[in-house]
């Protein structure tokens, strides 16, 4: 479903990724490893074109997106992914409720009625209940990376890309987690990569795992 080749990615003299090569089977989860700082979240910010890759291809269903400029082809793509970020990402001026269905507005069809039982659905999945109308600042750390996760479910992307999804929750909550990253590739099919220091889930969750190491897997 997607084949990185040769990707390569520097931000001034540092060269972070230096010909990273990997396949992303449809259906299946790739769990990536690596030290701090060895360019796993620039990894699948590339992918999903956050950030323009130096070198290199990146092929989506044999298509390469490597260098799609349009809005409109961006839009298109980036509505196929979720993207759950290491440091969730937020919206402080929005309650819980409008974070979680934010990306329907702009990535779906869904009409305004079906948000409010949305939200409530994807924040139930994550084990947040009733928690709709509080604000970012009222939330602990671990809650707001499960708003951040409920937000990326809103939409039911094909595939997600996980950054640390675990980081900062307790074990119980840890557990829950990966139990519905693998619910979510068995049930819906959904392709995963997830970013993680976490041994135990990466073994428990993925079909292939990945490390990266002076810039290449
Ligand atoms: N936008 C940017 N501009 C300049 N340097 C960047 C940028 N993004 C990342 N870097 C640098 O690239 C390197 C890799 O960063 P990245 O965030 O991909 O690491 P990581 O493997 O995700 O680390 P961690 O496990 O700590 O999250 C770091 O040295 C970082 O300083
Ligand atoms: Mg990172």
Redesign the pocket.
Same mark, same amino acid.
């Given at each position: 479903m997607i084949e990185i080749i040769d990707l390569k990615k520097h931000? =001034?003299p $540092?060269h @972070?990724l230096r010909g990273v090569n990997l396949k992303i089977e449809e259906g299946k989860t790739l769990a990536v490893i690596?030290?701090? =700082?060895? =360019? $796993?979240?620039? *990894?699948i $910010?590339c992918i999903i074109r956050l *950030?323009e890759p130096d070198g290199g291809k990146i092929l989506f269903n044999n298509k390469d997106i490597t260098h799609i400029k349009k809005q409109m082809e961006l839009a298109k793509l980036r509505r196929s992914f979720g993207y759950l970020f290491?440091e969730g990402a937020l919206f402080d001026s929005l309650s819980v409720g409008e974070n979680v269905v934010f990306g329907l507005k702009y990535l779906t069809d869904t009409p305004k009625s079906e948000y409010a039982r949305i939200a409530k659905e994807k924040l139930a999945l994550v084990g947040l209940k009733g928690i709709e109308h509080l604000r970012p600042s009222e939330l602990s750390g671990g809650m707001k990376k499960r708003v951040s996760l409920a937000r990326v479910l809103a939409t039911e992307p094909k595939v997600i890309l996980y950054?640390?999804p675990t980081s900062g929750l307790d074990p119980i909550m840890s557990e829950i987690i990966n139990e519905l990253i693998i619910d979510l590739k068995n049930k819906l099919g959904v392709t995963s990569v997830v @970013?993680t220091?976490d041994m135990k889930s990466a073994f428990e969750i993925s079909d292939n795992m990945a490390m *990266?190491y002076e810039g290449k897997v």
């Open positions: 931000f =001034g $540092k @972070i690596g030290g701090s =700082g060895t =360019g $796993k979240s620039t *990894l $910010k *950030l290491q950054d640390e @970013i220091h *990266l």
